[in-house]
């Protein structure tokens, strides 16, 4: 036998090992399971809501943006609560899964565990690994054959046919994006909308789409995480740079409609004047182009673009949001 004539030591620091491995290894197995039976639910999920409604509308967060989710809900409970039906909402924690579900009963919630939870700014290494995580849920939808339309909860909807419009795009186009660059200056530089696009499930587009995330997977593992100083481009970048080589293809396969600017408007349209005045009623607003989630928060509540009561347990409506839905929709 291997162990014959072992010391009563060198006996204990094997068994110690021994045990060390067990350990080890089904640690490493319980995590491999539970990651596998999340993705599943959350595909099982986003089927069902697909086959009733031909996409899934997704939500990714953690648990930082578990207030811009709130209020985000709020929003779309006030303007037309069928949104729900199409809405599947992926937390990166069980925590925040259970505390949206108790605040809002109707809603579909699913976790895939995540370890980046807390409040992460532009440029953080960590928030491009968070970025990369929802890019990896998405790809799972789409290769399973899902139209997904990805949406972000640092935004506020003033029309109750949102989900309509997008739908209807979907019937002539592959992809449908809101122009994240978009401003009166500036309006030939169309940058695909992390937070506001459709992505239509072809053979093209699950090809394309498999490319984008081992491309920026790849990218994000090159990425010095302890360069504070080095600019790392988001991953909207690099699939707005992809698809723009495949409409330049003949015969073209993959096709975007780019929404109105003046009615699909990123966050610059807070703070620039000539933007605001010329786009007067926007239905969709990203409160993007700023950086930090109490940034975010500040400035919705200045403009009336909260829907949380001061005690951030329950929906208040602003102060005239129901007289500028009926404007809007006019």
Sequence with gaps: MLLKGCTPRTLKRLVSLALLFMCYWCTESSVISLGAMQRTAVLATAKQKAQRFGMVMLLYLNDAYYAT?????????????????????????????SKLKRAFPKISVQTITFSENQALGFNDFAYYKLTAERLRIQNILIQSGLTVFTVESDATWFATDIVEIVSRALEHHNVVSADDFFNLRNEHRRT??????????????????????????????????????????????????????????????????????????????????????????????????????????????????????????????PVHFSSYIHQTLE
């Design 69 to 97: 989710t709130q209020s985000f809900l709020c929003n779309l409970s006030a303007i037309n609560s069928t949104y729900f039906d199409t809405l599947l909402i992926v937390t990166a924690s069980s925590h925040t899964a």
């Design 192 to 317: 695909i909308s992390a937070g506001f696009m459709a992505y239509k499930s072809t053979k093209y587009t699950r090809r394309l789409f498999s490319k984008y995330t081992k491309q920026y997977m790849s990218y994000i593992q090159g990425v010095n995480p302890n360069r504070k100083d080095e600019i790392v481009e988001g991953e909207q970048i690099l699939l707005t740079k992809l698809l723009d080589k495949e409409e330049s293809k003949t015969p073209r396969q993959i096709d975007v409609l780019w929404l109105d600017g003046c009615e699909f408007v990123n966050g610059q349209w807070y703070s620039d004047a000539e933007y605001r005045s010329a786009c007067r009623q926007p239905i969709v607003v990203q409160n993007n182009w700023i950086i930090g989630i109490d940034e975010k928060v500040s400035r919705a509540k200045k403009e009336h673009h909260w829907f949380l009561n001061e005690h951030a347990n329950d929906c208040a409506i």
